[in-house]
Every structure is written in C-alpha cells, then in structure tokens.
C-alpha cells in the first residue's frame, strides 16, 4: 500500500506533466473512448498497458471472468456500463477480453474450488455454459492446453451474451458496429483475436 501511495504523489509531480493538456481537455470536453472493453479484474491484465492506450481512449468494465451477465437483474452493473458506452458514449467497438490463467474460468471447470464462496458461486453461474462447452468438446485435453481452449470459449459466450442486450443486438446490423473477442496471454504478451471466417482465435496481425 506505501507504495501504491507514494505512486500517486510522483504521478502528480511528474508522470502527469507530460499529459497535463490531455487530462484538461478530457475534464473540460469529456470522454469518446475509441473502444469499450470488458476485461478480466485479474491484477496482471492491465489493458491500458498492453494496448498503449492513453486516457480517454478505452470504456473499461472489469470483472471476475470478464463476464456479461444477461436474463436477469441480479448484476446490472456491466449492461448499465456498456448502455452508456454505447448510448452516450457513441461507442461503436466492444471488446470481451480474456486472458490465460484465468482463475474464474479454471473455477467454472473445477467448481469445487469455490465451496464456501456463495458470492462467487452465484456470479460464475450466469456463465455455466462455458463449462458446458469445455466438457463437451474438450474433454480429450487437459492441463493448459484445456485451459487455453477453456478461455477461448468462455470469450465467446461472453460475446453471445452481448448479442441478447437489446441496446447492441439492434446496433449490430450497422456496418460500423462491431464486437470483438480477445484473449491476452499474461506471459508472453500476445492477443490473439477471435476470426470469424476461420471460427478460431488467431494472433493479432501487424
């Protein structure tokens, strides 16, 4: 925590210097992010940094498992965020963004390693279909190559569930709407990106 805190004293005295225009610009004009991102609250994802993304460029919702819950009222936080995106905001790309070593995914396979975490427990539920799909198409592999393919498909049931929010579903026959799927490898910095023609996730080209 120190040093979290002396942090924000050197952000103030010289990180913020180089940015100072930016930052009044965006406080008097406010934001247009370029993107709205649905990420992961896993401490090693940090998307500003693997994206180069300066303030005001990304809508960032985070959560355990990047999830998008739908049919229900339960956790309205992430629709009523990225309502906003889209509806306010004037986003008109949204990314799900998962990453490898993911603990929420790894709970939903292993759903035992949650016992006596009832919150937890009812938040993975809204995505049990994740699970589903692994043990039905997966259950040759193991180890990471399972959990590889594990958060792969989780991003697009993820994507599925932003297709049923009303706000998005009636947005994606526009030609300049977009969602998108990524994973994020936590150690060796790719993202790959999920191809629609080629119904696989392939690496970010240049």
Partial sequence: MRDLLRGIHDFKRDGLKSRRGLMERLAVEGQRPQIALVSC???????????????????LVRNAGNIVPVGGNDSPGEAASLEFAV?????????????????????????????????????????????????????????????????????????????????????LPEPDFSIHGWVYDIKTGEVQVYDVDQDRFVPLAD
Wanted: proline fraction near 5%; glycine fraction near 8%; include cysteine.
């Fill in 41 to 59: 609250s896993d401490s090693r994802v940090l998307p500003e940094m693997f994206t180069q993304a300066a303030p005001g460029d990304i809508f």
């Fill in 87 to 171: 509806e306010v905001l004037g986003v008109r790309d949204i990314v799900v963004c998962g990453h490898t070593h993911c603990g929420a995914v790894d709970a939903i396979l292993h759903p035992e390693t949650i016992a006596g975490l009832p919150t937890l427990e009812k938040w993975l539920l809204s995505s049990q279909e994740t699970g589903q799909i692994v043990r039905e198409r997966y259950s040759h592999l193991e180890g990471e190559a399972l959990m590889r393919v594990a958060v792969g498909e989780h991003v697009l049931v993820q994507l599925q569930h932003l297709r049923r929010l009303p706000f998005i579903a009636s947005r």
